[in-house]
């Protein structure tokens, strides 16, 4: 095997270069020949039947090009899965939430665009409509999708052991409620998208994404157009944490508008738009009941969790399902019983979010903490004895084939002197832990694998061909620095072509925290595959057998006797001479079982591998303000290996940011029935630089067996994991459960003086 | 509503531009210029990535009209090499993994030269201050300071 | 989001300025930062048919001292405040503030007026057209209701501005001039009450300058400041205290004010005549922040939640008069 010469290396990304000087375009950047601008007028009612739409003036206004409406779309309806088809993207009959997609009209510049709208008239029969999920489930609520009864959109049951039998037999029972409210991806980039069409019937997109063949596979299914001609290409992605994944109405509504025209289309969303009318996060009702072991060790789970799931399904299965996967992937959880309701209500549509779950996954690790001052023990040492370890299989099925949770808590703990604060800081400082294990991808079918291809040129130098999708994470300089490393190049000697539906084979995206491990793998293998073609031929010209052959810096060798050396170029040339061309295949299909599906069979290998992790948050509360200030921040992570510890490294960092000061004290949408009140980015409160904390990563290596060089995933487990850590420090320093997320100052100020009348 | 011709000195450049009073500085950069180098993020002055430096001062060119920089010099991250090479915060930024999604970096980038030019020195508070107008969704800002410092350092 | 039409006005003297101002009357506005108008007009809350803008204007933009005090022209920018050497030798609070308006950038951009005659905000107020032509017009923008206050009878839109508290609690007066004529008045003054129509300026008005009292001896100030972050985000509740003692210890003038509270910053008059004359002790500094808890009247329009802000109050008031009183 080759020496490590670049992976476990904080190397320079190779995307920085064009994007610290301006170069790097992002969507709204481009522009085409011939361009129109789109805009799309939205509904102003949650819920509504459209009567009748009259666009006839603002089709005749000067500089208009075209105007479509639901009756352009052919009521075709998109889902995620084929029992999801429930959204059509720009609908015919019927609004179901403010903001929704209703005329959509191309025009030669913006301002004649937005003048057009102001021209159509639709009418509205307005239908009573419902925003609160518990409120949709009850009888006689208003329906919002016919087929839907109670508005339940996706119910997730799963059941393990015998829970009841369980509980009984516990030595302590609790139950609680967490909640929260809406929240969201407030990506930099607004929601962008550029359409072209050509005679040819060639469908050309550029759009941020997370996942060019998600999108083009679902506009293929809507325009009933093959794949090949319908081409979603690279563009610079400005943050995605889960928010860029299914099809959007934008991309459908654009490439309408420029099929109708035959000429290119772009829409700039505002940041209004982006916030109300792509995706945002779920909110939840969480109800916990947990029995234990006088030991502390977990012996009953009952979780019921209700999630509003806005207008339509969207990724709804995996947004059900993932928390709870969360949970089993970190802890022995011998029976346990989960219910996943997500619910239809008359708002923006939820998607998947790095921060997905806090009241979730934040209630459950909290609660461990409830549980553990019950019984007397050390939070960190309750973790300890439940965390899941090498070899084992967690509740529904998954085998863990590395695991460096307990290694992460303890090593945590000590860097954050756990046994020296918790407890022990004087009133208003307080330190509390988080721990989890994050799936390492989603069973995704033939989505869930990836290709790629090398290819040399006859100046040494080679184009690596690879789904691989990059939203900031470093994902395009990951699959690069593992090639440059199993082929002794240099980085810069391996140009990159990436994330475009035509010119790249089929990869799951930046998506379910895959990309190092499912198309790292292939890129590894397409490496490993170049390299092996290259010293067979080296080997006649070197005289030796491949097996005695290395390379380094652009030669080719006899490791032995390294005087004995090749230009790689020169071997280039003998394999074209030869007819033997270098092209380096590979893929990777991680090991999971295919038949798992997230609603009718929960069981099963669910990721190929999972990554585990512990943070440890100090916090500060200002017990007369509520005001809490995080000051710490120590992150464990068992990320398999680290291929660019600096890449992982901001990986927790920003997860510090998204998940922790945002996530859990900061971020929230508030509503006026249907409306959002704070669609903007001085009201929704994204973190800034002045209230984040001091950070210190930990990265802990255990070596995956099946990951490239042993690596995982490195985005995922921090921001999921920050919730309860700040919930646990609160209670710390103040003795309060805060169980209503974001943890805001008038709600820890309320509980402060609940305390004292209680007391 | 009258256009008129105006000249901007942009990145040492004069360039004649058409405009219209309502057009602002970002929308004149990018559409009129192509220097699409400037982002922008909210168009409402909230989340700063549209920043250039006006006189050396970073200021939100969505809530500058084009009309009333004539006579500024104006600088946009496509402006910050000289010669082909890097402005020192480019390279620290680039250097320290400061970049992420890059869409908030030329304006993290123009803001913190700014800093260093009026402060050579700073300290961490100042750093953290000076880029606390400027949303970055990605790194948690931790290395965005470390390289700052570290530019700061090495100038 | 795109501006709306206008012809942009570039005088290039007062006198100029306030020629354009009479005979444009409410069809003009006037611009100097830019930051919160500019805004408003993509939102089309605004959409003026003229701009008259004062950058070019000579002489608004400065910082004197003299023997009545500091005097301060109205486009003198937030971040100059925060540099200038004089009012960190006489009145370091202006700068204090001032550093605390959003972040540096706009500091850069906004001027001292421009702070003070802030519009009055609400969330169903600073919105863009299309999410106000969901529920129709308020008070505010020339309907009937509230959409805050259900049944109220009038605008309750928030006066969120940090410079004014401050400017209030040190007796400062703002010269407001017009074609022919000129006043000076408390910034108190400068303020309606009233959500829909928060500034006691005509159309053709405009503020030049800002006279702030030379300090008295032994003067302290503060002022505090409830957000949820760091920076950007305009107060939730604000106040600043001046305080100044005597030898023996007495306090010999006290002003606090109050922002963020209500329709318009305001002087808690209560505290100055609890306070002056009086040994500044914990359970008189108590009282001043209930008088405080008392006089604001928060709704639930600016985010967070009004009774919390309201409480803050208390809280803010004891803080800012605590640092302001200094150590004994």
């Known amino acids: 095997m080759v020496e490590h010469r670049l992976v476990g290396q904080s190397v320079v990304r190779i995307d920085s270069l064009a994007k610290a000087t301006g170069e790097a375009r992002y969507t709204a950047d481009l522009t085409l020949p011939r361009m129109l601008h789109g805009k799309v007028l939205r509904s102003p009612h949650a819920h509504a039947r459209i009567l009748h739409i009259d666009a006839s003036k603002a089709e005749k206004l000067r500089g208009v090009r075209a105007v479509v409406t639901g009756k ?38 913006e301002e004649t665009a937005l003048e057009a709208l102001e021209l ?41 052991g015998d829970v009841d039998r369980a509980f009984e037999e516990s030595y302590y029972v609790r139950e609680d409620r967490f909640v929260d409210t809406e929240y969201t991806y407030c990506q930099t980039e607004p929601y962008a998208v550029l359409a072209s069409y050509d005679g040819g ?73 982006s916030f109300g009318s792509v995706r945002q996060a779920h909110s939840m009702v969480v109800d916990l009941k947990t029995g234990v072991t006088k030991d502390g060790r977990f012996l009953a789970n009952e979780i019921k969790v209700v999630l509003d799931g806005g207008a339509y399904s969207s990724t709804g299965p995996i947004a059900t399902s993932v928390p709870f996967l969360v949970w089993e992937e970190t802890y022995r959880l011998p029976n346990l019983r989960f219910n996943g309701y997500r619910v239809f209500t008359n708002k923006l549509v ?14 459950l690790g909290m609660q461990l903490d409830m549980i553990a001052e019950e019984l007397g023990l050390d939070p960190a040492e309750m973790r300890l004895r439940n965390a899941l370890k090498t070899g084992e299989t967690q509740a529904t099925g998954s085998r863990i084939i590395s695991c460096g949770l307990s290694e992460a808590i303890e090593r945590a703990a000590e860097k954050s002197a756990w046994q020296e604060k918790r407890g022990k800081l004087p009133y208003g400082k307080g330190i509390g832990m988080g721990a989890n294990g994050m799936m390492v991808g989603f069973p995704m079918g033939i989505r869930g694998g990836s290709a790629a291809m090398l290819k040399f040129n006859e100046d040494g130098g080679a184009t690596l061909i690879s789904g691989v999708v990059d939203n900031g994470q470093g994902n395009e300089s990951m699959v690069v620095q593992i090639a440059a490393d199993v082929l002794g190049m240099k980085m810069e000697g391996i140009n ?160 510090v940011a998204s998940g922790g000061v945002g996530a859990t004290l900061l971020e929230e949408h508030t509503w006026d029935g249907g409306q959002m009140l704070n669609a903007n980015m001085l009201e929704y409160k994204v973190p800034l630089s002045v209230d984040m904390p001091q950070i210190i990563p930990i990265i802990v290596e255990t070596v995956d067996p099946e990951g490239p060089y042993g690596a995982k995933e490195a985005g995922l487990w921090g921001s999921m994991n920050m919730f309860q850590a700040i919930g646990n420090a609160v209670y710390d320093a103040v003795g309060v459960w805060i169980k209503e997320f974001p943890i805001t100052p008038d709600k820890v100020l309320k509980a402060l003086e609940e305390k004292d009348q209680g007391s | ?140 800002y931790a290395k965005i300071v470390e390289a700052i410092l570290a530019a700061a350092d090495s100038g | 989001m795109q501006l709306p039409s206008f012809e942009h006005l570039e005088p290039r003297s007062l006198d100029e300025a306030l020629e ?128 805050v206050v259900k049944g109220g009878n009038r605008c309750f839109s928030t006066y969120q501005g940090d410079m004014a508290p401050t400017l209030m609690a040190l007796g400062a007066t703002v010269k407001v001039v017009r074609k022919g004529s000129e006043r000076e008045i408390p910034v108190t003054e400068l303020y309606t009450g009233k959500g829909k129509r928060p500034l006691a300026l005509e159309p053709d008005e405009i503020v030049t300058e800002v006279r702030v009292p030379a300090p008295v001896a032994g003067a302290g100030a503060d002022y505090q400041k409830l957000r949820y972050r760091g920076a950007m985000d305009f107060p939730l509740a604000g106040v600043t205290a001046v305080l100044a003692r005597n030898g023996s210890g007495l306090c010999t003038r006290a002003g606090v004010a109050l922002t963020a509270v209500g329709t318009a910053p305001l002087v808690v008059e209560e505290a100055t005549s609890l306070l002056e004359g009086q040994q500044v002790t914990d359970d008189l500094v108590a009282q001043v922040a209930e008088a405080a808890y008392e006089a604001a009247r928060p709704v639930n329009n600016v985010g967070s939640d009004a009774a919390y802000r309201r409480k803050m109050v208390r809280v803010l008031t004891r803080r800012s008069i605590v640092n302001a009183w200094g150590e004994e």
């Not at chain 3, 009479?22 to 408003?40: D, P």
């Open chain 1, 72 to 109: 352009d779309a052919a009521g075709v309806k998109w889902g995620v899965f084929s029992y999801t088809r429930d959204h059509e993207l720009l609908p015919a009959s019927k609004v179901r939430y403010i903001g929704e997609d209703v005329v959509a009209v191309a025009a030669v510049d």
């Open chain 1, 120 to 160: 159509i008239e639709v009418e509205y029969e307005v239908l009573p409509a419902v925003f609160d999920p518990l409120e949709a489930m009850q009888e006689g609520a208003p329906l919002i999708h016919e087929h839907a009864e109670n508005n339940v959109n996706i119910h997730v049951p799963i059941e393990v």
């Open chain 1, 201 to 273: 019937g060639n469908l050309e997109i550029w759009t941020p994404n997370a996942s060019p063949h998600t999108k083009a596979k679902a506009l293929s299914n809507l325009l009933e157009k093959p794949l090949a001609k319908v081409k979603v290409r690279r563009v610079y992605t400005g943050g995605a944490f889960g928010g860029r994944s299914d099809i959007f109405p934008g991309e459908f509504i654009a490439a309408l508008l420029a099929m109708k025209t035959g000429r290119p289309v772009k829409m700039v969303y505002t940041r209004e738009e």
């Open chain 1, 350 to 363: 939820r998607g998947m979010y790095r921060c997905h779950g806090r009241s979730f996954l934040g209630g």
């Open chain 1, 496 to 655: 990159l072509v990436s994330a475009d539906s035509e010119l790249t084979p089929l990869d799951q995206g930046a998506y379910s925290q895959a990309a190092t491990f499912v198309s790292g793998n292939a890129a590894r293998a397409a490496a490993m595959d170049a390299r092996e073609q290259i010293l067979n031929i080296a080997s006649d010209m070197l005289d030796a057998t491949p097996r005695e052959l290395d390379m380094k810096d652009g030669q080719v060798f006899v490791t032995q006797r390294p005087e004995w050396n090749v230009w790689l170029g020169k071997v280039i040339r003998k394999a074209l001479l030869d007819n033997t061309p270098v092209v380096g295949r590979g893929s990777y299909m991680p090991k999971v079982d295919l038949r798992r599906e997230w609603v009718s069979n929960p069981r099963g290998q669910h990721a190929g591998t999972f990554s585990f992790g512990a943070v440890v948050a100090e916090v500060e509360v200002d017990t007369e303000t509520g005001q809490v200030k995080v000051t710490n921040v120590t992150g464990a992570h068992d990320c398999g290996v680290a291929i660019n510890p600096m890449a992982v490294e901001g990986q927790l960092e920003g997860s």
């Open chain 2, 1 to 140: 509503m009258e256009r008129r011709l105006i000249r901007l000195r942009v990145n040492g450049e004069e360039h004649d531009v058409v405009v219209s009073p309502n057009e602002t500085l970002v929308e004149v950069l990018r559409e009129r210029l192509e220097l699409t180098g400037t982002k922008m993020g909210c168009g409402e002055g909230a989340c700063g990535t549209c920043t250039v430096l006006l006189d050396g001062k970073p200021v939100r060119s969505c809530l500058t009209l084009a009309v009333e920089v004539q006579g500024k010099v104006i600088v946009t991250i496509e402006g910050l090499a000289e010669g082909g090479e890097l402005h020192p915060v480019q390279k620290a930024f680039i250097e320290h993994g400061a970049i992420q999604c890059g869409f908030c970096s030329p304006a993290m980038i123009l803001t913190s030269k700014a800093l260093l030019e009026e402060n050579p020195h700073p300290t961490e508070e100042e750093v953290r201050s000076a880029i606390s107008g400027q949303v970055c969704r990605c790194t948690g």
């Open chain 3, 20 to 147: 354009l101002l009479a005979e444009h009357g409410t069809q003009a506005k006037v611009i100097a930062g830019g930051t919160e108008l500019l805004v408003s007009m993509k939102q089309r809350l605004l959409s003026p048919a003229y701009l008259v803008n004062l950058k070019a204007v000579p002489d608004l933009d400065f910082i004197t001292e003299d023997a009545g005090g500091l005097r301060i022209g109205s486009l003198t920018r937030l971040s100059a405040l925060v540099r200038s050497t004089a009012v960190k030798e006489l009145c370091p609070v202006l700068g204090q503030t001032a550093s605390m308006v959003a972040a540096p950038p706009l500091q850069e951009m906004g001027t001292l007026s421009g702070n003070l005659c802030l519009n009055t905000r609400c969330f169903y107020y600073n919105q863009s057209s299309f999410w106000r032509q969901v529920r129709g017009s308020c008070y505010k923008t020339g309907g009937g209701l509230c959409h």
